[in-house]
T-cell receptor, first 115, second 114 residues
Framework: EPEVTQTPSHQVTQMGQEVILRCVPI?????FYWYRQILGQKVEFLVS????????KSEIFDDQFSVERPDGSNFTLKIRSTKLEDSAMYFC?????????????FGAGTRLSVL | AQSVTQLGSHVSVSEGALVLLRCNYS??????LFWYVQYPNQGLQLLLK??????LVKGINGFEAEFKKSETSFHLTKPSAHMSDAAEYFC????????????FGKGTRLSVIA
């Protein structure tokens, strides 16, 4: 069964460093998303991406964050200068085009620890 | 704005007992509702979804959920718990289906006791 793949599974970084979280969405999907879950809190939407541009973003997704689809398969989330409060589990998801009730398929997540 | 409340961060049931995980939502438009499950070290997997068709929705692994508009609820049930059901369960709502952002509840961790 096709799946969303995220790497690495765990990323440790120093405060102020840049990190790139990588995702390989399901191959025929056209909508891509990033969510995050701070320990003990809700899964929160960060950003959605369609047709090579951001389609929607939350207030969490400030100038420190960016997304990119550098080639036909990868979808990345970059955090330019990490803060302690960026420590969280980051989930990538993808969905097919069109129709209501389309399912978002999630990866296993990347746990980001900012020290 | 949409929101989801899951009552009980942790629910414990005996094997073979009824599973009931509660979810209440708030939405200004007819909602699309989802239940996802997360097993340890895995991604979120869709259990079932409500998209304004039948109010009783059947999902995978014997789970079902009933949409009750008057109660703004979408509780998840399973008649008989199995050890393999132990996981984290998330209820989510969106405005117009799977291509719009999901708003999640905090999740409920289900433990199944032998």
């Amino acid at each position: 069964e096709p799946e969303v793949t995220q790497t690495p599974s765990h990323q440790v970084t120093q405060m102020g460093q840049e990190v790139i979280l990588r995702c390989v969405p399901i191959s025929n999907h056209l909508y891509f998303y990033w969510y995050r879950q701070i320990l003990g809190q809700k899964v929160e939407f960060l950003v959605s991406f369609y047709n090579n541009e951001i389609s929607e973003k939350s207030e969490i997704f400030d100038d420190q964050f960016s997304v990119e689809r550098p080639d036909g398969s990868n979808f990345t989330l970059k955090i330019r200068s990490t803060k302690l409060e960026d420590s969280a589990m980051y989930f990538c998801a993808s969905s097919a085009q069109g129709g209501s009730g389309n399912i978002q398929y999630f990866g296993a997540g990347t746990r980001l620890s900012v020290l | 704005a949409q929101s989801v409340t899951q009552l009980g961060s942790h629910v414990s049931v005996s094997e073979g007992a009824l599973v009931l995980l509660r979810c209440n939502y708030s939405s200004s438009v007819p909602p699309y509702l989802f239940w996802y499950v997360q097993y340890p070290n895995q991604g979120l997997q869709l259990l079932l979804k409500y998209t304004s068709a039948a109010t009783l929705v059947k999902g995978i692994n014997g789970f079902e959920a009933e949409f009750k508009k008057s109660e703004t609820s979408f509780h998840l049930t399973k008649p008989s718990a199995h050890m393999s059901d132990a996981a984290e369960y998330f209820c989510a709502v969106s405005e117009s289906g799977g291509n719009t952002p999901l708003v999640f509840g905090k999740g409920t961790r289900l433990s199944v006791i032998a």
